[in-house]
């Protein structure tokens, strides 16, 4: 299983992409002009993947031949958003019906058991759409206004109801296979500390310096999960012997 995300970096005063991919025992990192597939395919990262790939919803991945399960703590606040704009009860009803299936998979993994039993998932299943369809009530389809250009504009709602739709199988994977999580924080993570960085020092100043710094960050990301200290990891390094990394996530 892979964790995905992406997120804008400043480098030479321009934006270019910070990419990241990864598991609870290994930590990459790259940096491309681009923020889609193209520069997915330039890593080479992510070639011939075939497990599970977790990550927002962004199209890109999609495009990736794979198994993919969606973050839910990003639908979670899209949910939260309509909750308290659209006056609907559905959104809210929504969140707990998830809350409540990620609560129901915590309890089995602490009891060792390896599988939700399949009946709880098909409550939770039907649950799920039956809301999308109170929700899809309330929100139909907004018809093109005849002499207009275009396809017509839909709501937050309409959209957030129809992803959850199109991709009920990746919203609820983590309710079918214990071993996928509930969200995405792992990537999160990830982006979080360059982007406190570049809050704090400012741009990189060229887009080699930007390639370092991702080599060296992973690296030492990489050595934290496997319990080494960054001095120790960095020592081996500079006497010419980096530290090479086995196992996966």
Same mark, same amino acid.
């Given at each position: ?17 910070? =990419? ?7 930590? +990459?990192?790259? %940096? =491309? ?11 080479? %990262? ?40 659209? #006056? ?13 299936? =990620? ?8 009891? #060792? ?10 409550? +939770? ?9 109170? #929700? ?14 275009? &396809? ?9 109801? !129809?992803?959850? &739709? ?38 990189? !100043? ?10 060296? !960050? ?7 999960? =496997? ?23």
């Amino acid at each position: 299983m892979v964790h995905v995300d992406e997120s804008g970096l400043r480098v030479q005063a321009k934006l270019q992409w910070l =990419h990241t991919s990864v598991t609870p025992t290994h930590t +990459w990192y790259g %940096v =491309h002009p681009k923020r889609g597939i193209e520069a997915v395919n330039a890593f080479g %990262v992510l070639k011939d993947y075939v497990g599970v790939l977790v990550h927002d919803c962004w199209a890109p991945y999609w495009l990736i031949q794979c198994v993919h399960a969606l973050c839910n703590a990003h639908l979670l606040r899209e949910l939260t958003f309509l909750a308290q704009s659209s #006056g609907q009860a559905w959104p809210q009803r929504m969140m707990d019906m998830l809350l409540a299936a =990620h609560r129901g998979c915590e309890r089995a993994r602490t009891q #060792g058991i390896t599988a939700v039993p399949s009946r709880q998932v098909l409550r +939770w299943i039907r649950r799920y759409r039956a809301l999308l369809d109170e #929700g899809q009530a309330l929100n139909p389809q907004r018809v093109k206004e005849q002499g207009k250009r275009g &396809r017509a504009k839909q709501s937050d709602a309409f959209n957030l109801l !129809r992803c959850l &739709r199109d991709h009920e199988q990746e919203v609820l994977r983590f309710a079918r296979d214990l071993s996928v999580p509930f969200t995405n924080n792992l990537a999160e993570r990830a982006i979080r500390m360059p982007k406190v960085k570049q809050k704090i020092s400012g741009c990189l !100043r060229t887009f080699a310096g930007a390639q370092s710094f991702c080599t060296i !960050r992973s690296y030492l990301d990489t050595a934290r999960k =496997h319990g080494i200290g960054m001095l120790e990891a960095l020592r081996a390094a500079f006497n010419g012997a980096p530290m090479e990394f086995v196992g996966s996530g």
